[in-house]
């Protein structure tokens, strides 16, 4: 409550109370002045600079000018009220006379009593609002002529609705806010009057000085009344908020008092019993797991460091929890702790091989690693390798193999969708909830310091605002740094020279080159079709005999059937997908069995029909006959290699050329060097040069929802569009591949292991590939060699002859890989 009403009375301060009283009764007896006909009346006036004085309300003022109490004097010689103007404006009072409100406050004045230096007060009371029609004199004082503002109101339904609510309101007010009495709320309710109300409540309440000014100047009750529940509506919106705020504060300070008298309690207790206090017991604890977990220097200081700041700590500090999670990170990671390497090569082999078929690289290289530890087991550089193919090829359960080959435990982490380079380094501890980076979290969870670690998809990091997740790779992929592994959680060293590192990729084409310097690339190409048949009898076939019940059968899966499965219901380079259909058709004898039905104890090509339905996957056939305008290229795709025909057409036009099929731009730009190439030979292929300006040519590919790109189709196309233009059929059961220049030489490409499985899937019976792709067939199964012959070329007069009937004579001869039909081959097949 402010000074400007209510005096509580204080039973050691009577004096001063009585005091209060006697002046309060000299203001009872100050007369009101008379108006004269015209309805206003003149009378000194004094300016009010840091109050507002409302009618019927008493209050101290304080006045520092001499213009005031001349004013006030003058005033009191008449036993009279004064004039109190109120400043629009703050500032110098000479210099703002001109500023004053248009409304003023008659005031009866009590006497003057004289404070430090020309200062002096006076206690006031509000008798009614004044209109300051004029200043008739400003020396010694002011003297204005002022007109009264009556109280003009009826007492309408609507103005008692709104007293009722400014009663309310200012009575919940009254309830939250300690500085207004509650006598002030029991005089309210006894007012009647709506303006007198008004100004009670006004008074009442702490306000800024230029509010109660705007305030002042509302002269109508009801207008007046409205403003009030304004305000206080917002004054009661804080006031709630204040409320629940020290509700919060006071009950955690309850809670914290009972956990406090709790604990004392239990203090009291334990030495009564004689224990000692848990928390003195758990910091000796965490001391003595500090001293024998060996840990290294640097982390042993630092936990040193640690534990002496939480044993300076209260046991509810709330950054207690922080430490103590802190602490148990660095004593539950194994700093020391090694599994011991199982350095039999010939284990090394059984193990690989019972659990993987084929696969001959990786294996190789584990075989060299293991050879090379056990003949120097001191060697402390780890294999960091990366396992690249398609889908369902075997690199993540190759990586479980190797681990259970060399005796070491297996851990995984997934990389696909990582975004946040915190997700490798982990967060400081500044942050809220902290925890370190996947990698020491996946340590921790090995309880080894040299398990085998795959990291998988690691062609599938993402980059945003978060950081760049492969360069924080870059450290522990580097065998040169991550001796010293920075983790931003922990603030030491973590040493992951032990680890075996191996990482899986679909793709290295989104892999950056840093991170990707810093691995050893393993391709894993996909299976061909021998391999994949014995995969399925070896590992696929029980293993999904065992799921659906029927190991105890004697179910077996004819290879032609396994062959259809393959062929028309998968399209993949591993063997997923193909483990899910030999599951299905398992299921569905399963189902048979249980609903005591015939069930096929050998399962043909005939029951793979009814069991999975029509085929749903067609292999591009090669042609059946020889045409002219038509060559077979061969194409690599991430489910293996695939045959594709390309098609030329020679129509009339303008030397337009046309390409159709969802060509790619390196594609289409083979198709321009190839059509640029047979320009430039015009005259030996025996083509009118002049014919090229009159005739369009248009290039297609045939299944044209596909997308098609690279430039190994160059020698495909050039020999389509010259067999075209000289009108000589290409050979129907010939493929090839090769980057065709505009000099036509024939330069090298990728993927001849699965091009060359996919000619010999389709029945073709030549190849032709660039000379220096010759290297590439030792990844070849013989078996195919046998039935193929390979043509290795460097020019397109080599292709040619080759690929088209009545070939013209050429310049180089092919060099040609026949058939093998020896009997050692044979020998070797059977």
């Given amino acids: 409550m402010n000074d400007e009403q209510w005096f509580p009375p204080s039973d050691d301060d009577n004096d001063l109370m009585g005091n209060i009283h006697q002046r309060t009764e000299e203001l009872y007896r100050i007369v009101d002045r008379e108006v004269n006909e015209e309805g206003v009346f003149i009378s000194p006036a004094f300016v009010l600079k840091d109050v507002v004085v409302f009618p019927r309300m008493i209050s101290p003022i304080f006045v520092s000018n001499e213009i005031s109490p001349k004013a006030i004097e003058a005033a009191q010689g008449q036993n009279k009220t004064a004039i109190a103007l109120f400043l629009s404006d703050e500032g110098a009072e000479g210099d703002l006379l001109s500023h004053y409100l248009p409304v003023g406050m008659e005031l009866a004045v009590g006497r003057l009593l004289n404070m430090q230096g020309s200062n002096h007060s006076a206690l006031v009371q509000g008798r009614r609002r004044v209109e300051i029609v004029n200043i008739l004199q400003t020396e010694p004082y002011f003297i204005v002529e002022a007109r009264p503002i009556p109280d003009e109101y009826r007492m309408t339904r609507q103005m008692n609705a709104l007293m009722?609510?400014?009663?309310?309101?200012?009575?919940?007010?009254?309830?939250?806010?300690?500085?207004?009495?509650?006598?002030?709320?029991?005089?309210?309710?006894?007012?009647?009057?709506?303006?007198?109300?008004?100004?009670?409540i006004i008074t009442s309440l702490s306000l800024e000085n230029d509010l109660r000014k705007d305030l002042m100047i509302l002269t109508h009750p009801a207008d007046r009344l409205k403003r009030v529940n304004q305000i206080l509506a917002e004054e009661l919106d804080v006031l709630e908020l204040e409320d629940e705020i020290q509700t919060q504060v006071q009950t955690e300070v309850n809670r914290s008092h009972r956990e406090f008298y709790l604990r004392e309690q239990m203090k009291a207790i334990q030495t009564e019993l004689g224990e000692g206090d848990i928390w003195t017991e758990e910091i000796i604890e965490l001391r003595k797991l500090i001293k024998e977990k060996g840990l290294p220097d640097e982390v042993r200081l630092q936990a040193g460091r640690e534990l002496q700041r939480l044993q300076q700590m209260p046991p509810m500090a709330p950054e207690v929890g922080i430490i103590r999670t802190y602490l148990d990170w660095l004593l539950e990671l194994p700093w020391h702790e090694s599994s011991e390497d199982n350095l039999d090569v010939v284990h090394a082999m059984e193990v690989l091989e019972n659990d993987h078929y084929g696969l001959k690289k990786p294996k190789d290289r584990i075989i060299e690693y293991i050879a090379i530890r056990s003949l120097n087991p001191t060697r402390l550089r780890q294999p960091i390798l990366c396992f690249v193919g398609p889908p369902g090829t075997g690199k993540t359960s190759l990586g479980k193999s190797i681990a259970n080959a060399?005796?070491?435990?297996?851990?995984?982490?997934?990389?696909?969708?990582?975004?946040?380079?915190?997700?490798?380094?982990?967060?400081?501890?500044?942050?809220?909830?902290?925890?370190?980076?996947?990698?020491?979290?996946?340590?921790?969870?090995?309880?080894?310091?040299?398990?085998?670690?795959?990291?998988?998809?690691?062609?599938?990091?993402?980059?945003?605002?978060?950081?760049?997740?492969?360069?924080?790779?870059?450290?522990?992929?580097?065998?040169?740094?991550?001796?010293?592994?920075?983790?931003?959680?922990?603030?030491?060293?973590?040493?992951?020279?032990?680890?075996?590192?191996?990482?899986?990729?679909?793709?290295?084409?989104?892999?950056?080159?840093?991170?990707?310097?810093?691995?050893?690339?393993?391709?894993?190409?996909?299976?061909?079709?021998?391999?994949?048949?014995?995969?399925?009898?070896?590992?696929?076939?029980?293993?999904?005999?065992?799921?659906?019940?029927?190991?105890?059968?004697?179910?077996?899966?004819?290879?032609?059937?396994?062959?259809?499965?393959?062929?028309?219901?998968?399209?993949?380079?591993?063997?997923?997908?193909?483990?899910r259909e030999i599951g299905r058709v398992l299921r569905k004898t399963a189902r048979l069995k249980t609903e005591k039905k015939d069930f096929p104890k050998r399962i043909t090509p005939a029951a793979i029909a009814k069991f999975l339905g029509p085929p749903q996957f067609f292999e591009t056939q090669a042609e059946g006959d020889d045409e002219v305008g038509v060559a077979t290229a061969l194409a690599w795709t991430e489910n293996g290699g695939e045959i594709m025909p390309v098609e030329v057409l020679i129509l009339e036009g303008k030397g337009n050329l046309q390409i159709t099929g969802q060509i790619g731009d390196v594609m289409q730009e083979s198709a321009q060097a190839a059509l640029s190439y047979i320009k430039s030979r015009a005259e030996v292929l025996e083509i009118d040069p002049e014919s090229f300006e009159n005739i369009d040519v248009h290039l297609h590919v045939p299944e044209g929802a596909i997308p098609k790109d690279g430039p190994s189709a160059g020698i495909t196309i050039a020999t389509a569009m010259i067999s075209a233009f000289t009108d000589r059929a290409s050979y129907h059961n010939v493929a090839m591949t090769g980057e065709i220049t505009l000099r036509g030489r024939v330069l090298p490409i990728g993927g001849v292991k699965e091009k060359v499985l996919a000619a010999h899937r389709a029945g073709l019976q030549k190849v032709i590939l660039p000379v220096r792709n010759e290297k590439d067939i030792e990844d070849i199964p013989r078996s195919v060699l046998k039935e193929l012959e390979l043509v290795f070329v460097n020019h397109m007069d080599q292709v040619l002859p080759v690929a088209l009937h009545d070939a013209l004579p050429e310049t180089k001869p092919a060099k040609r890989k026949p058939k093998k039909k020896t009997a050692s081959d044979d020998s070797d097949a059977a």
């Avoid at 009575?171 to 109300?197: G, K, Y």
């Avoid at 062609?459 to 931003?488: I, M, T, W, Y």
């Fill in 406 to 579: 060399l005796g070491r435990k297996f851990v995984r982490l997934s990389l696909g969708g990582v975004r946040d380079e915190a997700e490798i380094r982990g967060h400081r501890r500044t942050y809220i909830g902290a925890l370190p980076g996947r990698i020491i979290q996946t340590m921790r969870k090995a309880q080894t310091n040299n398990p085998l670690f795959m990291l998988d998809e690691i062609d599938k990091l993402g980059v945003d605002f978060r950081g760049d997740p492969s360069s924080a790779l870059l450290e522990v992929l580097d065998p040169e740094q991550n001796c010293a592994f920075s983790d931003h959680y922990l603030e030491v060293d973590y040493d992951l020279s032990k680890v075996i590192f191996i990482t899986t990729a679909n793709s290295l084409s989104t892999i950056p080159p840093a991170l990707l310097d810093r691995l050893e690339v393993i391709e894993f190409s996909g299976y061909i079709l021998e391999e994949k048949l014995e995969i399925a009898r070896r590992f696929l076939i029980p293993r999904q005999l065992e799921e659906a019940g029927l190991e105890n059968e004697g179910i077996v899966f004819q290879t032609p059937a396994l062959t259809k499965i393959i062929r028309e219901y998968t399209f993949e380079a591993g063997v997923r997908n193909f483990e």
């Fill in 164 to 200: 009722r609510t400014t009663r309310s309101l200012f009575e919940r007010c009254v309830e939250l806010n300690e500085s207004i009495p509650d006598e002030a709320q029991l005089f309210s309710m006894n007012i009647n009057d709506p303006s007198w109300l008004a100004d009670m």
